[in-house]
């Protein structure tokens, strides 16, 4: 089992869609959690960071679950600008997914 | 505040030639250094991490080094390389709490020819 999981996608969604991702990781330690975005060619920056108790930053809102052992980042109204790969990040293991794409279409 | 430099962007080698490319952090000491690598629709690959000068972890067996000369910078370096070294070289440094993130320099394209 890899030790961070993505969906690869892609997630093809009209305007205004709400759309979500998972993220799963196999060290029950990993302490901290982030999300990525990457665009075309360029090199990944960060979202957001996942605090346990979840939160929120505009339309992005991120999730962990301990239990189950995955994150989470949920994007309410999407815009077209928001098309671009997802990472999501464990910091423990200093791993990264390998991304979900998503592509949202007018 | 932190930047991060990374160059060249871009670059075209052929099979067997050396390499050598350079990271350099500004606005913080004793940073963690990290180098990955990016296949072309893939994920992200971690190659090398630093805690400190001098010291390297190697996450994968490959013809790359690295190096740590100054605490604020890192290098990827090969003696030969490969058509399969081809690919995305991303810099990141991280401050030394381990609850920080990651921060990516603008990469580097590595062609090989």
């Known amino acids: 089992r890899k030790e961070v999981e993505q969906d690869p996608g892609p997630f093809n969604v009209p305007e205004g869609a709400t759309v979500a991702f998972n993220c799963t990781y196999s060290n029950s330690a990993s302490q901290s959690f982030f999300w990525y975005r990457q665009d075309c060619r360029k090199e990944p920056k960060l979202l957001m960071s996942?605090?346990?108790s979840g939160n929120e930053d505009g339309r992005f809102t991120a999730q962990l679950n301990r239990a189950s052992q995955y994150i989470s980042l949920l994007i309410r109204d999407s815009k077209l600008s928001d098309s671009a790969t997802y990472l999501c990040?464990?910091?423990?293991?200093?791993?990264f997914g390998a991304g979900t794409r998503l592509t949202v279409k007018p | 505040s932190q930047t991060i430099h990374q160059w060249p962007a871009t670059l075209v080698q052929p099979v067997g030639s050396p390499l050598s490319l350079e990271c350099t952090v500004e606005g913080t000491s004793n940073p963690n250094l990290y180098w990955y690598r990016q296949a072309a629709g893939r994920g992200l690959q971690l190659l090398f991490y630093?805690?400190?000068?001098?010291?390297i972890s190697s996450e994968v067996p490959q013809n790359l080094s690295a190096s740590r000369p100054q605490d604020r910078q890192f290098i990827l370096s090969s003696k030969k390389l490969l058509l399969s070294d081809s690919g995305f070289y991303l810099c990141?440094?991280?401050?030394?709490?381990?609850?920080?993130?990651?921060?990516f320099g603008d990469g580097t394209r590595l062609s090989i020819l």
């Open positions: 996942v605090y346990s």
């Open positions: 990141a440094w991280r401050g030394e709490n381990s609850n920080q993130p990651q921060h």
């Open positions: 990040a464990v910091n423990m293991d200093m791993r």
């Open positions: 630093s805690v400190g000068i001098g010291q």
